[in-house]
Each structure stands twice: as C-alpha cells, then as structure tokens.
C-alpha cells in the first residue's frame, strides 16, 4: 500500500505523541499511587510496552511506525527513505512528541508547560542509552529480516525488558528524551541531560546498523563442485 506524505506524517507525529502522553502520563499516575519507586516504574514500563504493540500494528502499515529519529536515521542510511522524508519524519516526531507531553499534564491537571529538574547524567547512563537504543535498532532490523509480522510485540517486549536492566530506563528515542525534557514528573529529564542522550542514542543505533549488515546478511551461495570427470 502506498501511502502519501501527508498521511505518513501524521502517523508518525500522532504515534509518537501517544507513546509520549502513555510515558509521562503512567509515570504521573504511578507516582500517584505509590511511594514505591520500584513499583512505580513497574506501572511505567507495562503501559509503555503494552502501547508499542498497538502503536506499530496499526500506524505500522500508514508509516512504518518509526516514531524515533533513530530508527529513521538508520532507514534513511539503508535507503530505504528518502532524505527530504525522513527529515520531515523526525521534525513530526519531535512535535508530536512534545504534543504528547502537554497532553499528558493537561490530563491530570498540571501545568502545561514544564522544565524538568530530574538529572540523568554520567557514563553509566550514556552506556545505558548507547545499549537501549542498540539493542531497539537490532531487534527492528532482525524483525525484519526473519519475522516482519512479529514487529509489534518483539518491540513492546524489547522496551518493556529494557526499562529494567539499562541505568537509564531505556529512553532509546530522541524525540522521546526531548519532549519529556518539557515535564517536571516521573518521566522527566533536565534539558541539560538531552544532548548526550542523544548523541548515546545515534551512536547506539548506527552501531547496530553496521552489526545487522553484517549479522543478517543473506548467506552467498556455494557453488557446486563439478563431479571429476
């Protein structure tokens, strides 16, 4: 099915802007509920997870569900892409991302507009988010070459495993570090903090693209000895 740019656009800008609303927005509620910093981040890491499912099944086909600068970076660099549309892909991302945000904060009555304190900072965390979005880019790409139709959850199980054994809890987007540099909860970073998270997070991708290219490669073909004659 080929789709027009416009619709793409809004696929991946509305995609993304839900995944952000479902990050802060569980965070917000989980922090609610419970003074528990494990199970808060318990009740962070199942709605984000379970949300990618249903985010890639039904935007997937639209767009190809990037909703991350990273993951459209590395498709761009396949060629899968065309520059223009992948630019205009990580601009409706970073927006939607943002929109997603407010949307959040409007939803539990808190100021619109906020600036994160929460400091997310130091090797540990950069390693972190180089690991978490490799490991995103990989299991994309590997979905690909040998289960398309898995995509969905090989996603949502990925994130929601990742939340727990990288430091940073697995932000593995660009977009995604950014817009929640505009909420002061749960879910926040300080602005500060954003450059490097990135910076970790393209790095972290491109090292998976180079790993899959090679990895996932079709094998040559042998050619056949001719029987002695």
Known sequence: MIVDL????VAEALGTAILVATVVGSGIMADRLTDDVALALLGNTIPTGAILVVLITILGPISGAHFNPAVTLVFALRREIETRTALAYVAAQIAGGIAGTFLA???FDLPILQISQTVRTGNGQWIAELVA?????FTI???LRFRSDAIPWLVGLYI?????????TSFANPAVAIARAFSNTF???????????IV???IGAL????????LLSEPKPVPEMKAAQ
Do not use: K, N, Q
Not at 6 to 9: E, H, Q
Not at 160 to 168: G, K, V
Not at 207 to 213: E, T
């Open 200 to 202: 970790a997070e393209l």
């Open 133 to 137: 979005a490799f490991g995103l880019v």
């Open 160 to 168: 929601t495993s990742a939340y727990w054994f990288t430091a940073s």
């Open 207 to 214: 090292l998976a693209m180079a790993l899959a290219g090679w």
């Open 6 to 9: 416009s619709r793409r656009l």
């Open 105 to 107: 904060h409007a939803m």
């Open 141 to 143: 790409l590997a979905g």
């Open 187 to 197: 879910a926040g970073i300080r602005p500060l903090d954003v450059p490097a998270f």
